[in-house]
């Protein structure tokens, strides 16, 4: 069902990259990992190397994972915004093209969560 306003309305969206101190926000979706029920979502900085971005924030988000020891970072497959993506290990997230809301998908092909199980 349509909905048709009668009055312009005058919204501002809360989450503008300008509100978070120089931070822009990253979701991160680890394919076939639904322990983790939603995307994750990181504050960071532009400028974080996208290496820096896997040790620093990645490892420590999902290590609880029993499966997280054994991802191979550099063998994984990666989506950025719904598009195939390579990323450049040693450049920025912004060099990567990695921007405010930007959606990464991380699939870790032979890694399909808990006993099989996608969990």
């Known amino acids: 069902m349509s909905v048709t306003a009668l009055h312009p309305y005058p919204a501002t969206a809360l989450d503008l990259q300008q509100n978070f101190h120089g931070a822009q926000l990253v979701y991160l ?23 820096d ?5 990645l490892k420590p988000a ?6 997280a020891a054994q991802i191979d970072f550099g063998n994984s497959r990666w989506r950025l915004d719904g598009q195939p993506f390579v990323p ?19 699939d870790t092909p032979g890694l399909n969560g808990l006993a099989g199980t996608c969990n």
């Open 29 to 51: 979706c680890w394919e076939r990992h639904l322990l983790f029920c939603a995307p994750f979502t990181f504050p960071l900085p532009p400028s974080l190397g996208f290496a």
């Open 53 to 57: 971005f896997i040790e620093q924030v």
């Open 62 to 67: 999902v290590s609880q994972h029993p499966e």
């Open 88 to 106: 450049d290990f040693a450049a920025s997230l912004e060099a990567n093209g990695i921007g405010h809301k930007s959606l990464l998908h991380l």
